[in-house]
C-alpha cells in the first residue's frame, strides 16, 4: 500500500466514524424528543401503559389502578412482602396473567409512572431538545 492509498483510507474511516457518531446523536435527539412528547420509542412499553391503534402509549387503566393501589398500601405503612402476599390470589394479575405477585414486582409497580406524573413530566419537558441544547 502506498502512502497516498494509506492516506485515504485513514480519510475514509475518519468519515466513517463521524458519520457513525452523528447519526447515534440525532438518533438519540429523536428518541428523547419523542419521549418528551410522551410517545412510543420502542421496547416494553412502561407499566401503567399500553399502546393505542395509532401506536401512542394511553393509560392502561387497570395497571394504573394497580399502581396507585399498591402506592396507598404502602402509604399505609406495608412491606412489599405484605403487600405481594396481600395481592397474590386475588382478582388482579400481572401483565404475564398470573395471579401471584413477588415483593420484587410490587416494588417495580410501586415506581411505575402514573397518568398525572406523566402529564406533569410532559408539561416541565422541552419541546425541542435541540433547541433547549441552544439555548444553554
Not at 463521524?18 to 420502542?42: D, L, N, P, V
Not at 416494553?44 to 395509532?54: F, I, N, Q, Y
Not at 395481592?87 to 414486582?105: C, E, I
Amino acid at each position: 500500500m502506498t502512502s497516498s492509498e494509506s492516506l485515504l483510507e485513514q480519510a475514509f474511516r475518519c468519515f466513517a466514524e463521524f458519520e457513525r457518531a452523528w447519526i447515534s446523536t440525532h438518533t438519540r435527539q429523536g428518541m428523547a424528543f419523542k419521549k418528551g412528547e410522551g410517545k412510543y420509542t420502542g421496547g416494553k412499553t412502561p407499566l401503567g401503559w399500553r399502546l393505542d391503534e395509532a401506536g401512542n402509549e394511553v393509560p392502561d387503566e387497570e395497571e394504573q389502578r394497580l399502581i396507585e393501589l399498591v402506592r396507598y398500601y404502602r402509604e399505609a405503612g406495608l412491606s412489599y412482602q405484605n403487600i405481594a402476599n396481600l395481592l397474590s390470589d386475588g382478582p388482579l394479575r400481572s401483565r404475564t396473567g398470573r395471579t401471584r405477585f413477588s415483593a420484587s414486582v410490587i416494588y417495580r409497580i410501586s415506581k411505575a409512572e402514573t397518568e398525572e406524573e406523566r402529564a406533569s413530566r410532559l408539561l416541565k419537558c422541552p419541546k425541542n431538545p435541540r433547541r433547549a441544547q441552544e439555548d444553554l
